[in-house]
């Protein structure tokens, strides 16, 4: 057996039954969505199996950015796509449906300033490769000359959507090639140690931030036309989707923010404001649970760099920090757990990035380790001897495959009567590493546990959630038990 198999627990709450000759059989997808289960990491098919969801690395952020979403300046919900065309915007979206035969030709009767589309990959991701392909027929060929630029989505005026570019590749020569590459990587101080620390030749990293790809033709050729664009990206991130799979992220300080660490955007970031007092006192920490359990082997941390446009002029990097993962596993509890859950945390790094200040510590930070069951993650930050702020845009989670535990429960289901139980069947596939386990409880009668949370996902009393606006929480949560 596998130690990386990934588990599906089923339970199933039922009154004391006597079934006899008469079935109960669950094999609809409209009968497994009255189940309840974290969202988006379970698969429900129209034939009325379930499955796991793959998650998967050196994917192509582009072919599923129309999944996702993200408010802009305004406060209005923008989905990923096509964001700008300056020219013939009614055939923008054939760069993003991987078919060689469709294209974006730009109007040739257009000024050359049109010739420009933009894509929103709808979130921040890591990304290594930048692929154009280009037609090459009786009707469409390459654009000739051209540049690509890349941002990762920072507002450079509070209020405004407006970004800084920066250019990733083009041309130098007229273009006859149908597929242009390019590589794409980050410079970094390469200050910063600590245990799975990713450094490299020259302190340069093979990916970078992007959530937006903007391309610019230069001149306007007969027939120039660009027929898909591919954005190659570290992985999946697992951290997205946190809070819609139940789980949450809380905080020592600035718990209002706390959940723009997993929001795929760098226009919204969680600040730590450092003071000389020990890292409980101070705050600097954050507990993180995922809603399920899943196979991390890779941890990416992105900050702004120093005084960087709408953060303010006094943000510094991080000094110190340490990370802990726990799957899951619980431990006595001792003393104040108000701070850190009762679960069995293991160490997994410490990284010191005092060797020069300001401008001169990293700001990325790459960690690769041999894959562990996450289900909670614990960061706390040492100030030390100084003052200062700092923000986190974005922690990246990855791993390989599908979630290592996911648990799905049923409602009460009523047999009409008092009955019982001869036996429980399924049919499953269950390849190797992988397996089912299946639960049930019975009664005649249910309990309702009701939970509070806060806007952020905190959980909190029910005193204090009467008396926070609508705006501030989210809605109950009922869990029979």
């Not at 007969?222 to 898909?228: I, R, V």
């Not at 789980?247 to 660490?261: A, E, F, H, M, V």
């Not at 990284?351 to 380790?369: C, K, M, P, V, W």
Request: glycine letters at 8%; aromatic letters at 10%; hydrophobic letters at 35%.
């Amino acid at each position: 057996m596998s130690t990386r198999m990934p588990c599906l627990v089923l339970t199933l709450l039922l009154p004391v039954a006597d079934i006899g000759a008469d079935s109960l059989v669950i094999d609809s997808r409209r009968q497994w969505e009255q189940w309840q289960f974290p969202q988006g990491v379970i698969d429900l098919h129209e034939d009325g199996s379930v499955g796991l969801i793959r998650f998967d690395r050196n994917i192509d952020a582009v072919a599923d950015a129309r999944n996702f979403t993200h408010k802009n300046a305004a406060g209005d919900e923008v989905r990923g796509g096509i964001s700008k065309a300056g020219s013939n915007p009614a055939d923008a979206a054939n760069i993003l449906d991987a078919d060689p035969e469709t294209w974006w030709q730009p109007d040739p009767a257009a000024d050359v300033d049109s010739w420009r589309i933009e894509i929103d990959l709808g979130r921040l991701v890591q990304a290594s490769t930048i692929r154009l392909h280009f037609p090459d027929n009786d009707e469409a060929v390459p654009l000739r000359e051209f540049t690509v630029l890349a941002s990762e989505g920072t507002r450079q005026a509070i209020g405004r959507d407006l970004f800084l570019f920066s250019r990733v590749g083009g041309t130098t020569l007229p273009n006859e090639e149908t597929l242009i590459e390019i590589q794409l990587s980050t410079v970094e101080p390469g200050n910063a140690t600590g245990d799975h620390l990713v450094t490299t030749t020259d302190d340069t990293l093979s990916h970078m931030p992007v959530q937006y790809v903007r391309i610019v033709s230069q001149t306007k050729n007969p027939g120039g036309a660009l027929a898909d664009v591919e954005v190659i990206a570290l992985g999946d991130n697992i951290g997205l989707g946190t809070i819609e799979r139940g789980g949450t992220l809380r905080g020592g300080s600035n718990t209002q923010n706390i959940t723009n660490l997993a929001d795929g955007s760098a226009s919204l970031w969680w600040s730590g404001r450092g003071r000389p007092i020990p890292w409980r006192e101070s705050g600097m920490w954050f507990e993180w649970d995922l809603g399920a359990t899943f196979w991390v082997d890779r941890l990416a941390m992105l900050e702004p760099s120093y005084a960087y446009a709408t953060t303010g002029s006094q943000n510094s990097q991080q000094i110190s920090f340490e990370w802990q993962t726990s799957d899951g596993t619980p431990v006595p509890t001792e003393g104040d757990v108000t701070i850190q859950s009762p679960f069995d945390f293991q160490y997994l790094t410490f990284i010191d990035n005092r060797e020069t200040s300001g401008a001169g510590r990293n700001r990325h930070y790459d960690l690769r380790f041999p894959p562990r069951k996450v289900r909670y993650l614990f960061y706390n930050h040492e100030a030390f001897d100084q003052f200062f702020t700092y923000h986190l845009f974005e922690v990246f989670l990855y791993g390989r495959g599908f979630p290592a535990k996911v648990r799905a429960r049923s409602g009460l289901i009523d047999l009409q009567g008092a009955k019982s139980l001869r036996s429980i069947r399924w049919e499953a596939m269950t390849p190797p590493g992988t397996g089912i386990e299946i639960r049930s409880r019975t009664g005649d009668s249910i309990v309702e546990e009701i939970l509070y949370f806060g806007k952020n996902g905190e959980a909190i009393s029910e005193a204090l959630w009467n008396k926070l606006p609508a705006s501030q929480k989210l809605p109950l949560v009922v869990n029979p038990e």
